[in-house]
């Protein structure tokens, strides 16, 4: 099946400091990218859709000022969690669509983030 | 709006017994998905089917069987003879079908599934 990776796997930083998680999809290209959030035994919550080549669409209460994410390619998307603190503390998981027959969404290995 | 609803927050059972989890869903779509993944500790989500909602047989993939009812909007997953690898939190979900829809996957709640030796 598609692959789609994400990096880093784990990150811990300061808090006040930004933090980038990149999502690519290694061997196809993605109409669209989505980006979820998981606090600890939850479920995942749909933060934004990104379309490559334009802006992303967020998802209500979510703060696209404190959450950017820049989708600059069909195999990259990048969320960056600008000034970071301690209830940013999370599971980020993205998916990518792949347009094809079969249309599919892939979901990646997850980024786990602590802000201390 | 789109929502699901698993009902059941945690299942324990012993070890070769039988498992259903049951998953509710609504929505005003026509066309739509439904999913079941697999959510292991290590936290990566594991794909394990997808129904078109206009495709409502059951499947059956080994120990895995799937029972899709519309006219109960229910999408219940069953695991005959569990194990203990089965633990895990698992996830229905649903999204819009179609090329021109967004594609946005709404997720259940989970079910936390422990299978005890």
């Known amino acids: 099946g598609a692959v789609v990776s994400q990096h880093p796997s784990r990150v811990i930083c300061k808090s006040g400091t930004s933090v980038k998680i990149e999502c690519r999809s290694l061997?196809?290209?993605?109409?669209?990218m989505f980006w979820y959030r998981q606090f600890p035994k939850q479920s995942l919550m749909l933060m934004a859709t990104s379309n490559e080549g334009s802006k992303a669409t967020y998802e209500q209460g979510v703060e696209k000022d404190k959450f950017l994410i820049n989708h600059a390619s069909l195999t990259l998307s990048t969320l960056t969690v600008t000034s970071a603190h301690p209830e940013d503390s999370s599971f980020y998981i993205c998916?990518?669509?792949?347009?094809?027959?079969?249309?599919?969404?892939?979901f990646g290995p997850g980024t786990r983030l602590t802000v201390l | 709006a789109q929502k699901v609803t698993q009902a059941q927050t945690e299942i324990s059972v012993v070890e070769k017994e039988d498992v259903t989890l049951d998953c509710v869903y609504e929505t005003r779509d026509t066309t739509y998905y439904l999913f079941w993944y697999k959510q292991p500790p290590s936290g990566e989500l594991v794909f394990l089917i997808r129904r078109n909602s206009f495709d409502e047989q059951n499947e059956i993939s080994g120990r895995y069987s799937w029972n899709f009812q519309k006219s109960t909007s229910s999408f219940n997953f069953t695991i005959t003879a569990s194990q203990v690898v089965d633990s895990a939190v698992y996830f229905c979900a649903l999204s819009e079908a179609g090329y021109s829809s967004a594609s946005k996957i709404i997720f259940g709640s989970g079910t936390r599934l422990s299978i005890r030796p």
């Open positions: 061997d196809f290209q993605a109409t669209t």
């Open positions: 998916s990518a669509r792949w347009g094809g027959p079969t249309d599919t969404q892939y």
